[in-house]
């Protein structure tokens, strides 16, 4: 089989990667990207994340944007852009004109003129600002619509509900005695904490939630916004001129020897589309050195034993546990008892009970007692696990009572508000801080994220029924990215801020198909719209497979100095450490790695190698690892796209 194109290996499509622009205002820096501002900096200290308009129709769902340029005038100290922005998809058409303006004496300007060119349901048009998450603590004032002030801080562990509304205008303190105000016109603003769906930021967006929607926009319907950005400082000692900075010259990685956690359960679902696996499935699996696997049951569904049967043999060939989720009815009763007999006849071995129930995002403490009154008899060492099937925000604000459960459980995935790559790498932080904020009403009980996927399995915010997938389309669970070298890191990513954040146990994707950690045996369904090799693994495996050899192991303290760019995780087991590191740019990095012994072997997963190491995945891991010393200035390395590497110790 030819090669796959090199964008297919980088992030799973054949499409050139959309240009990045930077830009100053004055003594501000930062970066224009598809419509978008992005990372505004005073130095080394990010005011804004992002800048941005969205069309978000009636079940939330973001509808595409194509950008049209009109102007592009970048200049050392300022710029002028112009440009034609147009959403289009089933019964929406909404276009508009943006107009960013960046000024040498550092103010920001971005307009948007927008026109409904159809009659449509929306649940928000309009400027969404990011602030970044490590806001969090910061002091701020929010001028109200009437002119009245409020004081506040960014909260610091996420807050189930808007923590700012009905606001004109935001100010907080991006270093002592500086000040950042950001501005609103158009509509009325309010703030959420997007950290509830993992986006490592706080969101101030239009129109208010408290009004009723969706909202009907009616063809010939003007929409004008603006937002602007202006710096202040509140001290003659310390003009804003002063804090500016150069960004290093090259990334560095940070070894610390504390142990900071250990390292977590990690298993994977079952494959939703229900072949059993091959034997080469079987042996490839084995070695993730897997503790679980998830199997989902529904007793009101008639192929529940059958589903229970296959998950137990692929649990036995593969020597873990099964972890089963348990969706119940509105009688539970019922559904337990018609559970009992399936389960004395299969005799699984059950590690954890998942327990969700339709109509509610957590279920009772009654239920729950109910639940362990039938099944604790068929494994009396299991654990029953009280949570969401939904999102964490879901499980933020209908938070369970700690006596009701031996584990707290909630999903997680980075694509309920953006789907670019940037947006992908920001929330993997953004799940870490999940985990601090559960700890704090978990009633120190253990926290099991399950599953952690690319795409959301399911909307629990929709208002109606979602628009059907031709036979031509992807699903919409699935994405490219999960077969490629991105997927490699994004996955390690996960694995490092849930790990770093004291995760009991954490679930990835699926066993075998587009969904999970290889390609089935018969292929992709859609290869020119995910274009993977049959019977391959997904470079993800290999990640897998290097964590899966610390089982029970260590994670050791790590830091970038750039961790939107390069990041990494530090296992040790009997005390011999390892280092994963990924890089999350489409550029190659030049790295430098401290705090390693003075000898160490790096595998590199890359796109030179990557693809013989999805074919042959026993050969790429079987090859000698390439020998490095260590010089006392720290180990140098060239990270190419997307890659990966693993780096060992060598025993002297």
């Known amino acids: 089989m030819a090669e796959l194109p090199r964008y297919v290996r980088y992030y799973g499509q054949d499409i050139s990667p959309t240009q990045v622009v930077p830009l100053r205002a004055g003594v501000l820096s930062l970066v224009y990207e598809a419509g978008d501002l992005r990372y505004i900096c005073l130095g080394e200290h990010e005011i804004l994340r992002r800048v941005y308009a969205a069309v978000r129709d ?43 303006v960046g000024t040498s004496d550092g103010i920001l300007r971005f307009e948007m003129d927008g026109e409904a060119l159809t009659t449509f349901k929306r649940n928000r048009v309009g400027f969404c600002v990011l602030h970044p998450m490590d806001c969090a603590g910061k002091r701020c004032r929010i001028e109200h619509m009437d002119g009245t002030i409020t004081e506040g801080t960014f909260p610091n562990l996420i807050e189930p509900h808007q923590p700012f509304l009905n606001m004109r205008s935001i100010a907080h303190e991006v270093q002592q005695n500086i000040w950042a105000t950001t501005h609103f016109d158009g509509d009325i603003f309010e703030m959420e904490d997007q950290r509830n769906w993992t986006d490592a930021s706080y969101k101030t967006y239009c129109t208010p939630l408290a009004l009723p929607f969706p909202a009907t926009i009616e063809k010939g319907t003007r929409v004008k916004q603006s937002v602007s950005l202006e710096l202040k400082s509140n001290s003659a000692n310390q003009p804003i001129e002063m804090f500016i900075s150069r960004p290093p010259d090259i990334v560095e990685f940070t070894i610390s020897d504390q142990v900071v956690a250990q390292l977590p359960r990690i298993g994977l679902c079952v494959a939703g589309h229900g072949e059993a696996l091959s034997s080469t499935e079987i042996q490839r699996l084995q070695i993730l050195n897997l503790t679980h696997l998830r199997v989902d049951l529904t007793p009101s569904e008639a192929d529940m034993r059958k589903k229970l049967e296959q998950a137990k043999q692929e649990a036995v060939a593969l020597g873990t546990q099964l972890e089963i989720a348990l969706h119940l009815g509105p009688n539970a009763e019922n559904d337990l008892s018609a559970l009992e007999p399936i389960l004395s006849a299969v005799r699984p071995s059950v590690y954890v009970w998942l327990i969700f129930q339709y109509g509610t995002f957590v279920v009772s403490a009654e239920v729950m007692a109910l639940v362990k009154t039938h099944l604790m008899k068929f494994a009396s060492d299991a654990h029953f696990a009280n949570g969401t099937d939904a999102w964490f925000v879901q499980l933020n604000r209908n938070r369970p009572e700690p006596s009701s459960f031996d584990l707290l459980t909630y999903t997680l995935n980075p694509q309920v508000h953006a789907f670019d790559n940037a947006s992908l790498v920001e929330s993997l932080s953004g799940q870490g801080t999940t985990l601090m904020t559960a700890k704090s009403f978990s009633g120190g009980k253990p926290i099991m994220v399950s599953p952690v996927t690319f795409k959301m399995r399911s909307n629990p915010a929709a208002t109606s029924q979602s628009v059907s997938i031709s036979n031509d389309q992807l699903p919409q669970q699935v994405d490219p990215r999960q077969m490629s070298l991105f997927g490699a890191g994004w996955t390690l990513g996960s694995i490092k801020y849930l790990a770093e954040a004291g995760a009991h146990s954490i679930t990835f994707y699926e066993t075998i198909g587009w969904l999970g950690v290889m390609e089935r045996q018969s292929g992709s369904p859609l290869p020119q719209l995910f274009p993977s090799v049959p019977e391959a693994v997904f470079p993800l495996f290999h990640v897998l497979a290097d964590v899966g050899e610390f089982n029970s192991g260590e994670v050791l303290g790590g830091s970038s100095n750039n961790p939107l760019i390069v990041e990494g995780l530090v296992l040790r087991k009997n005390h011999n450490p390892e280092v994963l590191l990924t890089n999350f740019s489409a550029q190659s990095q030049k790295i430098r790695v401290l705090g390693l012994p003075s000898h160490v072997t790096c595998r590199h997963l890359n796109e030179v190698n990557v693809f013989q190491a999805m074919q042959n995945p026993e050969g790429y891991r079987a090859n000698q690892l390439n020998a490095e010393y260590v010089p006392a200035k720290g180990l140098e390395l060239n990270l190419m796209p997307f890659a990966t590497v693993c780096i060992k110790s060598v025993n002297e």
């Not at 939330?60 to 102007?71: A, G, H, L």
């Open 58 to 100: 009636h079940n939330w769902r973001t509808i595409p944007v194509q950008i049209r340029p009109q102007r592009m005038d970048i200049r050392a100290d300022s710029f002028h852009i112009v440009y034609e922005a147009v959403h289009q998809e089933a019964d929406i058409h909404f276009i508009w004109t943006g107009t960013i």
